[in-house]
């Protein structure tokens, strides 16, 4: 079975510009979440998305926007690019509505913001 | 705020040796504490701790979680330069926080020959 994949892998955008980063979770997993990690930094949340639904929300601001599809694939949309917004975008998904499961991670965005 | 702090952030020893891993949280409806291998990219899953006191084990990889104090340890016994990483630990919260997870710094663990 395929792990989580992301698109694209690398990314150089400058300030200023929109980004859209893309994620298929694995087969069967319905919940899709987002990280951010900074470099030395721990990942940290940005959006959680199940069954299409928003569910939760970090502290990021509103030019952050994400969205799941019918076949629980997942956009993230970032606008108006700042230099802090370079950093690796992670994408993980899990079954979540059973008792104990794992959340698996895809290999990550790098973003560049020049 | 909650909260999830891992000490040391950097640990370098050679092979061998048996390193501990700290990780402390302050996480309102705590659900579960998870600990990840993170070499160039994607973290990986290594263990979940849901219960106090059960040790999860895989070869030479253990950890345990101790709820009243609100920590838990990675240790790793007879280290090899693959084991060379930043380990993460994160923990899960339960109802409107179920499945996010909040993650600290990570623990830089570099192995020499």
């Known amino acids: 079975d395929a792990g989580v994949t992301q698109s694209p892998t690398h990314l150089i955008k400058t300030r200023g510009q929109q980004v859209t980063l893309r994620c298929s979770p694995i087969s069967g997993h319905k919940s899709v979440s987002w990280y951010q990690q900074v470099l030395g930094q721990g990942p940290q949340f940005i959006f959680q998305?199940?069954?299409?639904?928003?569910?939760g929300r970090g502290n990021f601001p509103d030019r952050f926007s994400a969205r799941q599809f019918p076949n629980y694939s997942s956009e993230l949309n970032v606008n108006a690019l700042l230099l802090g917004d370079s950093a690796l975008y992670l994408c993980?998904?899990?079954?979540?509505?059973?008792?104990?499961?794992?959340?698996?991670f895809g290999p990550g965005t790098r973003l560049t913001v020049t | 705020e909650d909260k999830v702090v891992q000490s040391p952030l950097s640990l370098v020893v050679h092979e061998g040796d048996t390193v501990t891993l700290n990780c402390s949280y302050e996480?309102?409806?705590?659900?579960?504490l998870l600990w990840y291998k993170q070499e160039k990219k994607a973290p990986t899953f290594l263990f979940m701790l849901t219960s106090s006191g059960i040790e999860r084990k895989s070869g030479r990889l253990s950890s345990i979680l101790d709820k009243k104090e609100l920590f838990s340890i990675l240790n790793i016994t007879a280290t090899q330069t693959g084991d060379s990483a930043v380990y993460l630990c994160?923990?899960?919260?339960?109802?409107?926080?179920?499945?996010?997870?909040?993650f600290g710094r990570g623990t830089q663990l570099t192995v020499w020959p």
């Open positions: 996480v309102t409806n705590f659900r579960s």
């Open positions: 998305y199940y069954e299409k639904e928003e569910r």
């Open positions: 993980a998904s899990s079954f979540l509505q059973a008792e104990f499961y794992e959340q698996y």
């Open positions: 994160a923990v899960e919260g339960r109802g409107s926080t179920l499945g996010r997870l909040y």
